[in-house]
């Protein structure tokens, strides 16, 4: 991508201004508050926009420290650029009011979508956050941020060479974790659904043995009631009636024959009031009269008591035994074979529950393979394109330094070590010269890695004051060789005398 021209309308300090531009290295030249800065955010701007903060962070956030103080609806500018072999104009309106842009292709006229995502397609499809980490360099602000690790990491992890940068790994992966909540959550319900109904099942066998348990005391209890009835049935068809009324009738008939030898002795006995025939004769009457209700007594024992009565009350005591035993058995049996069927649906549930895979147990440990999977490639991707990452800082390094430091190393925190030639040592410990010499090559070689698609422009506001003579030049001298367009904010004359001693063209635009 090359920057062909800008048009600024009223953007900070800049107003109605318009630049032009080449390929190879431009110089931007002006002194202190110039807008040198203001035209370096412009550009940013026009490519991503400019979002309004909300808040306090509003007070002094990029939108407002380059809204214009006058006319601040007319807020806006454009850029022609140059992409893969077509030209193209973006234009923007920065007011919050009336915000929006427009990308068209000069070539055919055609009206591109930057909503839709064709301006990103132009500009490789990067982020801000890789575009301000790479190709962009802020003034004073060689170190890139801690937004650009995250990039890093994304794209290490998902780089293969047919699906370059275009999976993000870490969204991926949260993804996925999100969903597996989702799955534990409803695997949880699951389990307690499960529980609830084991629960049931268990209530109810209890509840059944209970009720069994009753059964079967009621069995026994009519059991031993009908044998009771059985035995005294026995003993009353031995002795031809039952033992009670045997005893009763003894017992009748003693009192009787006493009464009766009483009687007779008394009438006997008495002098003077009745004759010895007379006397003899009641005396054998009375004796006659006992002896006819003895033996009538006697004859009809069964119908004094009621005896036929009783064997009939007996008899239908011990049908009504023998049915209530039938069905108390009956009862028992169904209540026997539900309990069985409870207990073999108990011990179903539970082995299918303890042993069997379900389908969102599938789900969870299908997730967790694909996340172990994907964090392993990412280990892996890592790894190579980590190799690659250093190995290419360290060539960069090389040549800015004239050979001095060749090797560097990173780690998987992103903490850098400088080879010295004694040992590795901390970057933080380093001149603040050499520091941003390594920041410099390691954005330089983000760029390479993470700006495939499309070599954008790099951007650099006074990036090398802490450089010395001999460094400066073979930085420029690198960019002069390896960069399609390099525009150079700066207030000092340093650059343009390097660029001349070293003989490379170059564009200068003052402001």
Not at 222 to 246: C, I
Not at 258 to 286: D, K, N, R, W, Y
Request: proline share 2%.
């Amino acid at each position: 991508m090359i920057i062909e021209h800008l048009w600024i309308k009223n953007f900070g300090k800049l107003h109605n201004r318009e630049l032009d531009f080449g390929e190879g290295i431009t110089v931007i030249f002006g002194e202190n508050e110039s807008g040198k800065s203001t035209l370096h955010t412009f550009i940013q701007g026009i490519f991503f926009g400019i979002r309004r903060m909300r808040g306090r962070a509003a007070r002094n956030d990029v939108y407002s420290r380059f809204e214009p103080w006058e006319n601040s609806s007319y807020y806006a500018g454009g850029i022609r650029f140059s992409c893969g072999g077509k030209t193209f104009r973006l234009t923007r309106n920065f007011s919050k009011e009336s915000q929006r842009a427009e990308l068209i292709c000069e070539d055919d006229g055609e009206l591109l979508s930057v909503e839709d995502g064709d301006l990103g397609i132009l500009l490789g499809n990067i982020s801000q956050v890789v575009y301000d980490n790479t190709v962009s360099v802020g003034q004073l602000k060689n170190q890139t941020g801690e937004g650009i690790v995250a990039e890093l990491r994304n794209y290490m992890s998902n780089y293969q060479s047919d699906t370059e940068g275009q999976i993000d790994i870490e969204k991926a992966v949260a993804a996925l974790k999100e969903k597996k909540r989702e799955f534990d959550q409803a695997r949880k319900e699951e389990l307690r659904k499960q529980e609830e109904l084991l629960n049931g099942l268990k209530g109810k066998l209890l509840f059944l043995e209970e009720e069994r348990a009753e059964l079967e005391a009621k069995i026994s209890e009519a059991e031993t009631r009908r044998e009771g009835l059985r035995q005294g049935e026995g003993k009353a068809d031995k002795k031809d009636r039952p033992l009670f009324l045997q005893a009763e009738h003894r017992g009748s008939m003693a009192v009787l024959l006493a009464g009766a030898v009483v009687i007779f002795l008394s009438i006997l006995l008495l002098p003077g009031m009745i004759g010895e025939v007379t006397g003899t004769a009641a005396g054998l009457a009375t004796i006659g009269f006992l002896f006819r209700f003895l033996k009538k007594s006697s004859r009809n024992p069964k119908e004094k008591h009621n005896a036929p009565e009783g064997e009939g009350e007996i008899q239908e005591e011990e049908k009504k035994l023998d049915w209530k035993l039938e069905h108390l058995r009956e009862e028992a049996e169904e209540k026997d074979t539900f309990c069985e069927n409870l207990k073999e649906e108990y011990r179903e549930l539970l082995a299918k529950h303890s042993g069997e895979m379900t389908p969102l147990q599938e789900e969870i440990e299908g997730i967790d393979l694909a996340i172990a999977t994907i964090q392993e490639l990412s280990r892996t991707m890592q790894s190579k394109i980590g190799n690659r990452l250093k190995n290419q800082t360290s060539k960069i390094l090389g040549q800015l330094t004239g050979g001095r430091y060749t090797q560097i190393s990173i780690s998987d925190e992103f903490r850098i070590h400088l080879n010295t030639g004694e040992h590795y040592t901390p970057l933080e410990q380093l001149s603040r010269g050499t520091i941003e010499q390594v920041y410099f090559a390691l954005r330089m070689a983000v760029s390479d890695i993470l700006c495939r698609e499309e070599e954008l422009p790099v951007l650099l506001d006074e990036p090398f004051v802490m450089y010395d003579s001999r460094r400066l030049q073979n930085t420029l001298k690198w960019l002069s060789e390896n960069k399609q367009q390099v525009l150079i904010f700066t207030c000092q004359e340093r650059e343009i005398e390097a660029l001349e001693a070293l003989g490379l063209e170059y564009h200068l635009v003052r402001l």
